[in-house]
């Protein structure tokens, strides 16, 4: 039988090796476009799809390999006699071996000032129904999408004179990966375009980034995969540096704190341990803001994730070298800061690209037997409907403190609660299956400091519990969601204790 192969490529990474090592095989090559001129161009002898099909390329390219004399090549079953009779009736050459990649639709959307009519003549038809078709009769027919899989294929080919079966079906699955990828990606584009907002199928794509050596406990397997196109202001677009490789839970934890860090514009700190915020500061630089999110807890902060929005320089670096940390994420270091930084083995330094932009990311949460969708928490007190029903009215500083308590609240596990002042928190109570239980553990955390300072809350006060303890503590306001059908207890409460009390009527809460 004669030996045929169909190449067609946008990547053309090793391709003309790939095809000169099928020629020297003995294969017949067949290509189209640019593919076939990058052969020819190398010497290696190669027909077009139209002599195969005797029927020219039309419609701008659009229809040249859909075509029974292509596919009825890439479908029979080569050991099957009415197949080979119908083969041989309709003179149409059985194709064992297909290279094909896909029309660049995920580049092409990347471009910041790509049309819709680009991005449209960017959907491949011709190359995904070749790989599907190939990929659907592996047992007769070698599939390649990735160069990386050239070497492979050639080395079988040589040493056995044919591609295994396991090697086929290992290719074969990489390509319907690959095709459900690209649609995938093509369907995200198009709902975006029809802004529908809950379409009856959700298809996404994920390409891995790393391998882990296991999950949340040594027991569980895990891996870390990145959003094509994803927020490039995230953990799955970070550059390491120095130390280990990013643990599951490091990269949890990173996230995190990412996300804090985003809610601020000034030099900002913040430092992170299970996936909440133990420390956050700000100051006039960079230095100033990790002292106070070291000092809002400088034992929590032992084994932490630190998120940092200015450049390290040298002065942050020795503080941060001081103590036992996980990991540093910041837009960039100093010469003089890393050196100091990279004397300690274990500890990770990442970058990322601060400020890129604002994401329409949505976020998924797995549960077992399906999945859960809703936008990330970027609601602002900016957006929020201010209500303020105390005698007291928050002063200048309180509202700045106030200010500061939301941005950090919304990253907090509910039950949550912050106690701080204008410049960093001062207790975090995170997760409790009551919100006084929060508010305790917060301020007790605060202890003297909480004296003066302001305390925020995710959700409302059920009861006025939580008002009567901050007073006690000396909290001078709060701020909080409302809705309670007891917020008049909680409002009576602060008002007997002269605290003023803000409510912003939007919700929090983080699971």
Request: with cysteine; hydrophobic share 40%.
């Amino acid at each position: 039988m004669k030996k045929r192969a169909l190449i067609s490529v946008s990547d053309k990474t090793g391709i003309t090796d790939f095809a000169k090592e099928l020629h020297e095989l003995g294969f017949e090559l067949i290509s189209t476009g640019g593919t076939k001129k990058a052969i020819q161009d190398s010497g290696i002898p190669v027909m077009s799809v139209s002599e195969v099909t005797g029927f020219p390329e039309i419609l701008e390219g659009r229809v040249k390999t859909l075509n029974p004399y292509i596919h009825g090549g890439l479908l029979a079953k080569f050991d099957e006699p009415s197949h080979a009779a119908q083969l041989e009736e309709h003179k149409i050459d059985p194709i064992q071996l297909v290279c094909v990649n896909l029309y660049p639709f995920q580049q092409t959307i990347a471009k910041p000032d790509v049309t819709v009519e680009d991005a449209i003549e960017n959907i491949d038809i011709g190359g995904p129904t070749m790989l599907r078709a190939s990929a659907k009769n592996h047992q007769y027919v070698t599939v390649v999408v990735d160069p990386v899989d050239y070497q492979t294929v050639i080395s079988e080919l040589k040493q056995k004179a044919e591609v295994s079966f396991e090697t086929r079906r290992r290719l074969a699955a990489k390509v319907f990966r690959h095709t459900a990828a690209y649609d995938a990606m093509i369907a995200e584009y198009m709902t975006e375009l029809t802004e529908e907002e809950t379409p009856e199928k959700l298809t996404v794509t994920y390409e891995l980034k790393q391998s882990l050596r296991y999950g949340e406990n040594p027991h569980q397997k895990a891996a870390f995969y990145r959003k094509p196109l994803g927020s490039e202001f995230s953990i799955a677009n970070a550059t390491q540096l120095h130390g280990k490789e990013l643990s599951y839970n490091n990269i949890n934890d990173a996230d995190a704190a990412i996300q804090i860090v985003k809610e601020f514009t000034d030099p900002a700190a913040v430092a992170i341990k299970h996936s909440n915020p133990c420390g956050v500061g700000t100051g006039e630089d960079i230095f100033t803001a990790f002292s106070k999110a070291y000092e809002a807890d400088p034992v929590s902060i032992f084994g932490g994730i630190i998120a940092l929005n200015r450049e390290v320089d040298a002065e942050t670096a020795r503080k941060l070298h001081e103590i036992f940390l996980e990991i540093v994420i910041a837009p960039s270091y100093s010469q003089e800061a890393l050196d100091i930084l990279q004397a300690k083995k274990n500890i990770r330094l990442l970058t990322i690209p601060f400020g890129t932009g604002s994401s329409k990311e949505m976020k998924f949460t797995s549960i077992e037997g399906g999945l859960l969708t809703q936008d990330f928490d970027r609601y602002s007190l900016e957006d929020a409907t201010i209500t303020i029903p105390t005698d007291k009215k928050p002063t200048d500083e309180e509202w700045e403190a106030l200010k500061f308590g939301w941005k950090i609240v919304k990253h907090v596990k509910s039950n949550a609660i912050v106690v701080n002042n204008k410049e960093m928190t001062l207790g975090v109570g995170a997760g409790q299956m009551n919100r006084v239980g929060s508010a305790k553990i917060a301020l007790e955390q605060a202890g003297e400091k909480a004296v003066g300072a302001v305390l925020a809350s995710d959700a409302f006060f059920p009861m006025d519990d939580t008002v009567e303890a901050a007073a006690k503590a000396g909290v001078t306001a709060i701020i909080q969601t409302g809705g309670s059908i007891r917020d008049e207890d909680s409002i009576k409460k602060a008002n007997e204790y002269g605290i003023a009390m803000v409510l912003t009527g939007v919700r929090h809460f983080k699971h």
